[in-house]
């Protein structure tokens, strides 16, 4: 690999963000695609397909095969409350190596004792995210489950501001009205309301907490393999 790409390579990993090293199988030439960049490449749909699914492979284009090294971040997954559907989603989060972070300033709910080897931090989300949680970005995914606004609200705010690929809330349909007014009124336009997954999660006709995080989860890699949602019936 030419010094220049793997410069470009190793920046673009270190700024979280992903790329994809075209190599041409016959004369081993290379190029370095960025993300932003796949839309307007010669080979753009072929591009968006390995990267939404984050795999490697050989592919033929033009009487040529190449070969798509793909490089993506590491997913984080920030869930807002230590609560009975957060104790549930954590070993599920770990299967899709998913690196799981847990907020909750409430001190009695977020405890070592309910989150075995979780990075857990009791403290508000506004004080932490940022500072010491890791910055919010594209390749995160953020769940506020408290139905507290104190505690969900600026959560969100982060996210939506930081353009997190999925963004989702637990709540009724009546509570995320009252959290659209909050939100409107704070200043977010309505398209970026309009990320909001809410009520949060694939409809399963889920009811326990096992059921809600699995339906959360779900809902979560269709979003990033950027599988379209279903309409809820």
Same mark, same amino acid.
């Not at 470009?8 to 990993?13: G, H, M, Q, V």
């Given at each position: 690999?030419?010094a220049? %790409?793997?410069e470009?390579?190793n920046a673009?990993?270190?700024a ?8 041409d %199988?016959?004369?081993?030439s ?9 839309p307007?490449?010669p080979?753009?749909d ?6 939404? !699914?984050?795999r !490697? ?6 009487g ?8 993506v ?17 954590a070993p599920m &989060?770990?299967?899709?190596?998913? &690196? ?5 300033p409430?001190?009695?709910f ?6 075995p080897d979780?990075?857990? /931090? ?5 004080s932490?995210?940022g500072s ?10 953020l &769940? ?7 505690i ?6 982060a996210?939506?501001? &930081? ?8 709540? !009724?349909?009546k509570t995320h ?9 704070a200043?977010f ?11 949060i999660?694939?409809? %399963?006709?889920?009811? !326990? ?8 989860l ?7 393999r950027? /599988?379209p949602r279903?309409? /809820?019936?």
């Amino acid at each position: 690999m030419r010094a220049d %790409i793997l410069e470009k390579l190793n920046a673009e990993r270190t700024a979280r963000r992903a790329a994809i090293l075209v190599t041409d %199988i016959a004369d081993g030439s290379q190029r370095l695609v960025r993300e932003a960049e796949i839309p307007a490449d010669p080979l753009g749909d072929t591009l968006g397909k390995h990267l939404a !699914s984050a795999r !490697s492979g050989l592919v033929e284009a033009g009487g040529r095969t190449l070969f798509l090294t793909v490089q993506v971040p590491p997913v984080r997954l920030v869930v807002i409350g230590a609560v009975h559907i957060s104790q549930a989603l954590a070993p599920m &989060a770990a299967g899709l190596d998913l &690196a799981l972070t847990v907020i909750d300033p409430r001190t009695a709910f977020a405890t070592p004792e309910r989150f075995p080897d979780i990075e857990l /931090v009791a403290e508000w989300p506004d004080s932490v995210l940022g500072s010491r949680v890791p910055p919010l970005d594209r390749y995160c995914a953020l &769940a506020a489950l408290t139905h507290d606004p104190k505690i969900d609200d600026p959560a969100l705010m982060a996210a939506l501001a &930081a353009g997190c690929f999925y963004v989702g809330a637990l709540g !009724s349909r009546k509570t995320h009205a009252a959290r659209v007014a909050r939100l409107t009124e704070a200043g977010f336009s309505q398209e970026q309301i309009g990320r909001i997954h809410a009520p949060i999660g694939l409809a %399963i006709g889920a009811v !326990s907490p096992a059921e809600i995080a699995l339906a959360v989860l779900a809902e979560i890699v269709a979003c990033l393999r950027r /599988v379209p949602r279903p309409e /809820v019936a």
